[in-house]
């Protein structure tokens, strides 16, 4: 019932937001931090705040060049690459997951037309058997003396 439901797959896809909302939340904070401890590692037009940060980050997980913010220390784009690198294991794992999603809605769907294939099956074997009044072992006897 409860994959049937569907609540798995929501589930997985709230997941994944919110591993991309934390991902960009955390590294909005290291880059905020490395520009406190050396504040020539970023280029940036205007004074930087978090919210520049996060701004940042979240351009680096998506396909947005939204921001001005450019790494210009070694530090920095090492960082930043390694958040690119983060953004793509997340793209692999919401492949799978819509994958893993698109397998078990397969199954199910296999599942259910199998069981009513099989009922449908039983159905016609008790009416041909009602309709012959005959039973399944004189059936069985006839076949192995023909085959």
């Known amino acids: 019932m409860v ?14 937001l919110g591993t991309v909302f934390v991902t960009s939340i955390v590294y909005a904070f290291e880059y905020w931090a490395l520009n406190k401890i050396n504040p020539i590692s970023f ?3 205007s004074t930087l705040t978090f919210w520049n940060f996060w701004g940042f980050s979240f351009g680096k997980l998506t396909p947005s060049s939204i921001s001005t913010i450019s790494p210009v220390s070694l530090l920095a784009t090492i960082l930043s690459y390694s958040e690119l ?14 994958l893993t999603v ?37 059936v069985e006897k006839t076949l192995l003396r023909n085959n």
């Open 85 to 98: 690198f983060c953004a793509l294991m997340i793209f692999v794992i919401l492949v799978f997951s819509v």
């Open 43 to 45: 280029n940036a037009e």
């Open 102 to 138: 698109a397998r078990e809605k397969y199954k199910d769907d296999i599942a259910d037309f199998i069981a009513e294939v099989k009922g449908l099956g039983d159905e016609m074997q008790n009416q041909i058997f009602r309709f012959y009044n005959i039973a399944l072992v004189d």
């Open 3 to 16: 994959a049937k439901s569907r609540k798995p797959d929501l589930y997985l896809i709230v997941s994944w």
